[in-house]
């Protein structure tokens, strides 16, 4: 199924009522990065990029809120990611939708509480997927891959919390560099994320 279509939430949400499957949690999972200079971007391809991670997070959050709350134990996952906590250069717009996204997620949290419906913003660093076959190889930024499995494990655990969180960081490293992020403040947090990107980018 294409994500990125309009309504994407109202079909998918269809097709799994004629296949009469119930639903009981959701995971927004999918979504791609643009690597390079913001203006030397095709524009449609970055508006597709802003349909899959954000206009496709929203469209299907919308479409099943309702039943998982009604339900009173489904769960909502949204995945954002550590782009999310300070701006990406040469990933501007991909930067941009994941702090949409935790944003987004966080207040969905507050609006959920006891309903029963657990819902979490989960933010990664770069994780071993098939992301950087489309965003390139350097778009990590040079920093050290988890893996799929550990991401997901930080996930379930913060789930199973007593009290889950409205979000979770995955990864002690970056739970640090989100914290550096704060004390350094976003001019230079930017500017230390620039650098490594500019790095990368020029040994490709």
Excluded at 168 to 179: D, E, L, M, Y
Aim: overall charge positive.
């Amino acid at each position: 199924m294409n994500l990125t279509q309009p309504g994407v939430g109202r079909i998918l949400q269809g097709e799994l009522d004629a296949r009469q499957v119930e639903v009981t949690g959701i995971v927004n999972n999918a979504g791609f990065a643009n690597h390079g200079l913001f203006h030397e971007q095709e524009l449609p391809r970055l508006m597709s990029e802003i349909a899959l991670d954000v206009t496709g997070v929203v469209e299907i959050s919308h479409a099943f809120m309702p039943r998982l709350r009604q339900r009173g134990n489904g769960f909502l996952i949204n995945v954002a990611s550590m782009a999310a906590y300070q701006a990406s250069p040469t990933m501007a717009v991909y930067g941009a939708c994941k702090a949409f996204v935790l944003s987004f997620t966080e207040a969905l949290w507050y609006e959920s509480r006891g309903t029963g419906l657990r819902v979490l913003a989960l933010s990664p660093g770069a994780t071993q997927t098939e992301f950087f076959d489309i965003a390139g190889e350097s778009a990590d930024g040079g920093t050290r891959r988890m893996s799929a499995e550990a991401v997901v494990a930080a996930a379930l655990a913060g789930l199973d919390r007593r009290n889950p969180p409205p979000s979770v960081i995955a990864g002690r490293s970056n739970k640090a560099a989100a914290v550096v992020g704060r004390l350094v403040g976003r001019r230079r947090m930017t500017e230390l994320i620039g650098g490594m990107m500019n790095r990368t980018t020029a040994g490709r």
